[in-house]
């Protein structure tokens, strides 16, 4: 069955570093465009991150960018974000999706905790 499965939350002091990583399973993973998502508690999930199926297109939101890097490995069908200069706000429960722009189908992980204090 189709599994994503993020590592590599925990807690971290302000201006550290983090690497997510997101393990696909169960579908063509060089065929979907993969993201990350983040959501703050109390607040709407809002995407963070976007990189293309070949892997030659990204795209940041504009409070991450030349903080965070977007990568993939098609042989590994794993997506990864490094999170560099790590702030408060970028508390959050982060997720990744992947999406198949032509046939409409997303999958979702479980999320896995980023949390940003001294």
């Known amino acids: 069955q189709v599994q994503l499965v993020e590592s590599g939350g925990g807690l971290v002091q302000p201006g550290g570093s983090l690497r997510l990583s997101c393990a696909a399973s169960?579908?063509?993973?060089?065929?979907?465009?993969m993201s990350w998502y983040r959501q703050a508690p109390g607040k709407e999930r809002e995407l963070v991150a976007t990189i293309s199926s070949a892997g030659g297109s990204t795209n940041y939101a504009d409070s991450v960018k030349g903080r965070f890097t977007i990568s993939r490995d098609n042989a590994k069908n794993t997506v990864y974000l490094q999170m560099n200069s790590l702030k408060p706000e970028d508390t959050a429960v982060y997720y990744c999706?992947?999406?198949?722009?032509?046939?409409?189908?997303?999958?979702w992980g479980q999320g896995t905790q980023v949390t940003v204090s001294s």
């Open positions: 169960g579908f063509t993973f060089s065929l979907y465009r």
């Open positions: 999706k992947a999406l198949h722009g032509i046939l409409d189908l997303s999958y």
